[in-house]
């Protein structure tokens, strides 16, 4: 595998990414300003650019979306990704629905779902297990309420036309 440049040369994610990419003869990938279904490779890189799905042992993204996500590492800044399965995330300025990883590093991420075994830095969920525990008891509460009324509801129709 040849050199390539890379913008980031003191993150570590690169190294490692490259390493990824020899062993699992994975060729790297380059989207600059394009969009595509499926991307599959060893090492992608990302720029203005959205995908459906992309399955990788190391992505980096920048200005750019993703529906799925399933990497090693993912290094994004200033992106929206839908669902993400990571080993590793560094993440800064990203939007995303579902976030599984063993260990996320974030600034300023904003999630719906988060589910990881280590976090750092700052991250903005949803769903929390307060929130969660809250929506749960508030629907509780309302299908209890809906039940009682309906009952109610039927009781005066069917008694209406027996009358």
């Known amino acids: 595998m040849g050199e390539q440049p890379h913008d980031h040369p003191e ?36 720029k203005e650019s959205a995908a459906r799905s992309i399955r990788a042992s190391a992505l980096h993204m920048e200005d750019s979306a993703a529906g799925y996500v399933r990497a090693g590492s993912v290094d994004a800044g200033e992106s929206m990704i839908g669902v993400a399965v990571a080993g590793n995330a560094t993440l800064r300025d990203v939007t995303n629905s579902a976030l599984v990883a063993r260990h996320v590093e974030a600034d300023h991420v904003r999630t719906v779902f988060l589910a990881a075994g280590r976090v750092e830095g700052r991250i903005s969920t949803f769903l929390t297990p307060w929130t969660a525990f809250a929506a749960g008891a508030g629907l509780g509460v309302a299908l209890l309420s809906g039940k009682s009324l309906l009952a109610r509801l039927f009781a005066l129709i069917f008694k209406r036309r027996n009358a």
């Open 11 to 46: 993150n570590p994610l690169e190294e490692l990414a490259a390493r990824l990419s020899g062993r699992l003869a994975r060729k790297p990938v380059d989207l600059h300003e394009k969009s595509a279904t499926h991307v599959e490779g060893g090492q992608i890189s990302m």
